[in-house]
DNA sequence: ACGATTATTGCGTTCTT
DNA sequence: AAGAAAACAATAATCGT
């Protein structure tokens, strides 16, 4: 409102000629004592565009079209033939024909595209969390898969990408977190999750649990401790195995506390917020095993 | 959707210097 | 004594199934 108004604003203003009060005619601004017309303004300085959104604000400036998504390859635009009951025979049954091929070329060009999508989308990341190739090869197998199986409706195309590179290394068992591939990975947590939950649930993935002794090389020489703590630590987390201590327990966390444990035993400065940091847990939870595994000890 | 694990936060305690 | 580190507790969030 104060935008489209701020012709208007030169009331205040006085007349260049006759130093009379100025007035507002319409679009034109008038000096009320000589006449003179002082300035048009016909250009209407709001937006322009209006809101078709039932906000309160009303500064939504989308105009036409469904709502974008990402769960769709074409982030839901879409061109259609539309029915036209006005036509006869021939002409119509024609036009029934064009819309059927459109649509399905539509189909076929979408499944397409998305899987290029993906493919590109999971060679990223595999680059990105230097996996080794044949990870890529299974990712894309995996990411193929769940599209013949329907699963990619009402989901990110982003989801199953990062699912797929984290679901292959899952069945191989190559150590890589969540929050390492999303990192990495075009869209979030939650999207891979419901895709990794989906291929899961649908396709029956073989995961195995990972093995901590995995993590602790990573986060030893991200500490900058020496190799006999390294060593330690990964046989403390055979012990922990054995003693069955890591039970649904977090494996980076499990990792953390065992390398924390072993620098400790070295007397190697470390504190239990940098192990955890490097992990990427908090001290509480690298606290739960280095407790359980002080019992072992004694 | 549920139960278990983990994150977060705040705060009195213990250890180090 | 001061400051850091570790411990504890309560509740919110997240995970695995």
């Known amino acids: ?54 906000g309160e604000d009303g500064t939504n400036p989308e105009r036409t079209g469904a709502p974008l998504t990402r769960s769709r390859h074409d982030r839901g635009l879409s061109t259609e033939i539309g029915r036209d009951n006005r036509l006869k025979g021939r002409k119509r049954r024609r036009l029934a024909r064009m819309r059927r091929q459109h649509d399905r070329a539509q189909i076929r060009s979408k499944a397409e595209r998305n ?73 979030d947590a939650a999207e891979l999750r419901a895709a990794y939950d989906a291929m899961n649930r649908e396709l029956g993935l073989q995961t195995g649990p990972i093995d901590p002794a995995q993590y602790v090389p990573r986060y030893a020489s991200e500490l900058d401790v020496p190799d006999r703590v390294q060593r330690r630590g990964r046989e403390l987390v055979a012990r922990a195995q054995d003693a069955g201590i890591i039970g649904g327990r977090n494996p980076s966390g499990v990792a953390a506390a065992c390398l924390y444990t072993a620098a400790r035993e070295h007397d190697v400065p470390l504190t239990q917020a940098e192990a955890a940091e ?21």
């Open 1 to 54: 409102m104060s935008d489209a108004n701020s012709a208007r604003a030169r009331t205040e203003e006085t007349c260049p000629e006759c130093s009379g009060p100025l007035a507002n005619q319409g679009d034109e601004v008038i000096c009320g004592g000589c006449g003179l017309v002082v300035s048009t303004d016909r250009i209407d300085r709001g937006p322009e565009w209006r809101s078709f959104d039932d």
């Open 278 to 298: 490097a992990a990427d847990v908090t001290p509480v939870t690298l606290r739960g095993t280095f407790y359980d595994l002080q019992e072992l000890n004694d």
């Open 115 to 187: 899987k290029v999508y993906g493919f590109t989308e999971i060679r990223r990341l595999v680059g990105a969390l230097s996996l080794p190739k044949d990870v890529r090869e299974q990712a894309c197998v995996l990411f193929e898969t769940a599209q013949d199986a329907g699963l990619f409706q009402g989901r990110s195309l982003e989801g199953f990408a990062s699912a797929s590179v984290y679901a292959v290394c899952r069945v191989r068992a190559i150590a890589r977190t969540v929050g390492e591939i999303v990192e990495h990975a075009r869209g």
